[in-house]
């Protein structure tokens, strides 16, 4: 009965957002951060059949990567296996996370979907999410989780427990910012002609803190590419692939009238955008993905090229599909979200003046001489943007700048307040098969 109760409610009240302004700002007392930027190779730990594991970053920033080939079960299978207990951890202690979460209505959790779980329950809306996306959804994904929960290979681990911790993503987007920037914006930087911010907001409590995991897919079809997220996550927020192209997200809850409807019913985004990352080879391969998906919620894309040192930004719902570069950039408002030339940028939703002037002032004031060095030193400590997770993608170099969240006593833990570690994705991305 939950689940049809949750089904129905996912059918009749399936927009979330606000058709407002969001009242956030950040705090203008800020610290630059001036950890150093790690720079070592990722160690070697482990192999299994068709999985590699490594540990990249340093002390209390380490964090695994973890390679696997083959057919998407195969994948899977090296994955599961390789971080078997870790997985088994990881799940059970999300599960009892996100139930007291939900009693509890965290900050990080819209007030639109807390009631919304709160009326049906976590399961039900899980479900419900499942139910109304499976129709829409390629058999590789099944493929895959199969894959994994086989190779981890314990009781706790079911074949929905992973479905649903991907489609989490989905049921609540998250809060972040983005920007690419090339051109004029980096007129006086030798060497970069086109780098990408991901900063991830959402939730900070928890396993997360734990698990940091990107996994490197070498896949038989399509390009090899990292996605970056927690261990047993398969569906993509973030992520670069070896095609020198890189994706960035926001969820939007504060809007206007040009985003029309949305819908709890087609392919999830965090498959969506993992397809770009494997399948697509240029910023227009993306746009044409996401015209011909069947498209969900209120979300903001940001996909990068660094073979044409292109970036474009990505207005997209159930019916809405608009493609945005610097001279065209919405919403357009000149006092808090001005356009900027070579540069598009959103920070933390949509509607959102106090965070986008920020930026908009970060990114002026930077003008000509951006680079991730200073992006991590200044404008990420300014904006105070990417608690969970932080990537910022050198597209030019096939540098990724990583950070995620440190431990709940760790001082000084966002993501954007820690040290960061500089991945060589060309040889990341060149990792032989065990």
């Known amino acids: 009965m939950r689940t049809i109760i949750g089904f129905a409610i996912l059918a009749a009240s399936a927009c979330w957002a606000n058709a407002a302004y969001c009242n956030g700002k950040p705090d203008p007392s800020y610290s630059p951060n001036i950890n150093p930027i790690y720079q070592g190779d990722p160690v070697f730990v482990r192999n299994v059949t068709n999985g590699k594991l490594y540990m990249g970053g340093v002390n209390d920033t380490m964090f695994r990567i973890v390679h696997v080939w083959g057919s998407p079960y195969e994948m899977g299978f090296a994955h599961g296996s390789l971080l078997s207990a870790d997985i088994v951890e990881f799940m059970t202690e999300l599960w009892l996370h996100l139930e007291q979460e939900i009693i509890n209505r965290p900050k990080w959790l819209p007030p639109s979907v807390a009631d919304y779980l709160a009326r049906v329950g976590l399961d039900a809306a899980l479900e419900a999410t499942e139910l109304a996306t499976q129709k829409y959804t390629p058999p590789y994904w099944a493929e895959e989780i199969r894959g994994l929960v086989d190779g981890v290979n314990h009781p706790s681990v079911k074949f929905r427990d992973v479905l649903w911790v991907t489609l989490f993503g989905e049921l609540t987007k998250g809060t972040c910012s983005m920007f690419g920037a090339w051109g004029d914006a980096l007129k006086n930087v030798p060497n970069i002609n086109l780098f990408q911010l991901r900063a991830l907001d959402w939730d900070t409590d928890g396993p997360f803190p734990k698990y940091p995991a990107i996994v490197v897919y070498h896949p038989d079809q399509g390009h090899a590419f990292a996605n970056v997220g927690w261990t047993g996550w398969v569906g993509s927020i973030t992520g670069m692939s070896s095609n020198q192209m890189a994706i960035s997200e926001i969820g939007v809850y504060f809007f206007d009238d040009t985003w029309g409807t949305e819908s709890r019913f087609g392919y999830p985004f965090t498959y969506m955008l993992r397809d770009v990352l494997q ?126 969240i440190g431990l709940a006593n760790t001082p000084n833990r966002n993501a954007y307040q820690r040290p960061f570690t500089r991945l060589d994705m060309t040889k990341l991305f060149a990792i032989q098969r065990p």
């Open 279 to 404: 399948f697509d080879n240029t910023t227009e391969d993306a746009a044409t993905r996401f015209i011909n998906s069947e498209r969900t919620c209120y979300l903001l894309f940001g996909v990068g090229d660094g073979k044409n040192n292109e970036f474009r930004g990505f207005q997209s719902s159930h019916a809405v599909l608009n493609e945005y570069d610097d001279m065209n950039l919405q919403p357009n408002n000149e006092t808090w979200h001005a356009r900027i030339k070579d540069v598009v940028y959103w920070a933390m939703d949509w509607n959102c003046p106090g965070y986008n002037v920020v930026l908009n002032q970060q990114l002026n004031k930077y003008y000509g001489n951006l680079t991730p060095e200073i992006t991590i030193q200044e404008i990420l400590p300014a904006l105070q943007t990417g608690d969970t997770h932080i990537a910022i993608y050198d597209l030019t170099n096939n540098y990724m700048f990583y950070s995620a």
